[in-house]
């Protein structure tokens, strides 16, 4: 009998430890090896997150009003209260990091310290695309109470084998330690965000875990919780977290900016195939294939092609075309980035600097459509569509189901090739339009109204 397995966000909190030292376990003294002094130094950074708020929801019986033409309810506000968990970064400033959708839509949020200790806490950014969030506590107001907090690791450094523990308060029972190791790297395709480059472990994670830390023997931050796989949400020992590195990025721009501000390659690729790894010659399957350059961007001043396949960014191996765009993807934009790439048989390195997509020529979406307000789009080049570069948390554009990097390439059957004959085509268009999206390796339509 088949079984079917759901992947699922986590709401708690949860931390891992990894490293290939063994240092910290005392295998040559009297005593047995124990992890209990590592436990003791990180978790009094490891905090649990509780939220309150309203959030709005479609009535479920909308689809039956609109099948027998009767009006459509209006969304139905709900208050919610939520428990999370979250990593103290920095203690003299108070900064907290957790998962966005730990704190998405709260109105008041407020942290647990492992001393029982209760604090209000403020929003200063969020990120959905990556599912990170950034919290902050006055320190100014709690002089009396010391923050313990958690440096970050170079998660770059991780190797499948690592060990791992987790420390959290699932199902809310309190802190509970759990030990396993990495499992593997550079996970994607989970469909649970934007921009996927999990590390797998498979320390026990279970439901109420998100925004707890994975960290390494050293007690440094190796990555943030966010994801179980599992039959109905239970725990089978494989939980996702999102690396260290890739958090620190995003941190340095909500920091700065209180938003992030993505930086653009201009790409767009896919996967090597064991068919392209064939055709080129290829002794692995690892790397970025670059399908296409587009017009005007940082890549194609940085004289990358279409054909290449990018290996490394920064020096560090890629394996796949979702690590390039996640490694990209959490960059600022003006960064200068080195691309190590494979052409004709040839180890290439290009340098090139993300550009803002402001600097991409682009139209507010809703002066196109009403019901794309919210997204931002701009033309893919040499006339293949128009691409979404953006998209506004909580918009009608977001509502309707449009995600960043969808193209869309068409209106009604009919072929669009960039913005000019986008505007047009929806301008001559009937009330309801079907909006042609190229998703990845995937069609599909989205219906507006």
Do not use: C, W
């Not at 030292?21 to 992890?35: H, R, Y």
């Amino acid at each position: 009998m088949k079984k079917s397995f759901s992947v699922f966000l986590i709401l708690f909190t949860l931390v891992t430890f990894q490293s290939s030292a063994f240092a910290a376990l005392p295998f040559f003294s009297d005593e047995p090896p124990t992890l209990a002094p590592l436990v003791e130094k990180v978790s009094p950074a490891v905090v649990s997150i509780s939220v309150s708020g309203k959030a709005t929801a479609q009535s479920p019986m909308n689809d039956l009003f609109e099948f027998f033409n009767q009006q459509r309810r209006a969304p139905i506000e709900r208050e919610f209260r939520g428990l999370g968990s979250g990593v103290i970064i920095d203690a003299d400033k108070g900064y907290i990091i957790t998962n966005h959708h730990v704190i998405e839509h709260a109105d008041e949020i407020k942290i647990e310290l492992k001393s029982g200790k209760i604090l209000d806490a403020q929003l200063i950014g969020q990120d959905k695309q990556s599912d990170i969030a950034l919290l902050k506590v006055d320190v100014t107001k709690h002089r009396n109470i010391t923050l313990n907090e958690i440096k970050f690791a170079d998660s770059d450094k991780l190797r499948v084998g690592d060990f791992a523990i987790a420390i959290g308060n699932p199902f809310g029972l309190g802190q509970t330690v759990t030990s396993g190791i990495i499992s593997a790297l550079g996970r994607s395709g989970l469909n649970l965000e934007n921009l996927e480059n999990f590390i797998q472990t498979d320390a026990a994670i279970n439901s109420g875990n998100s925004g707890g830390a994975l960290v390494n023997l050293d007690g440094q931050l190796i990555g943030v919780n966010t994801a179980i796989l599992g039959p109905n949400g239970g725990n089978i020992g494989i939980g996702f977290a999102i690396p260290s590195n890739m958090v620190k990025n995003l941190v340095e721009q909500l920091v700065q900016h209180g938003e992030v501000r993505r930086g653009v390659l201009g790409v767009r690729g896919g996967e090597i195939t064991p068919e392209l790894a064939k055709s080129f010659s290829l002794d692995s399957q690892h790397g970025a294939f670059v399908y296409e350059v587009n017009t005007d961007s940082a890549a194609e001043k940085a004289g990358i092609k279409a054909g290449d396949i990018i290996v490394a960014v920064n020096g560090r191996k890629i394996k796949s075309f979702a690590e390039l765009r996640a490694k990209v993807g959490t960059l600022g934009s003006g960064k200068k980035v080195e691309l190590t790439l494979v052409r004709d048989g040839d180890t290439l390195t290009r340098n090139a600097i993300l550009q803002d997509p402001a600097q991409i020529q682009q139209k507010q979406a809703a002066t196109v459509h009403p019901a794309l307000n919210g997204a931002t789009l701009a033309n893919l080049g040499k006339r293949k569509g128009v691409e979404v570069v953006a998209i506004t948390q909580g918009s009608m554009a977001e509502r309707y189901g449009l995600q960043v990097s969808d193209v869309i390439i068409g209106i009604n059957r009919t072929r669009i090739t960039d913005l000019d004959s986008l505007q047009k085509m929806i301008e001559s268009a009937p009330a309801v339009v079907a909006l042609n999206i190229k998703r990845g390796n995937q069609h599909l339509y989205i219906i507006l109204e």
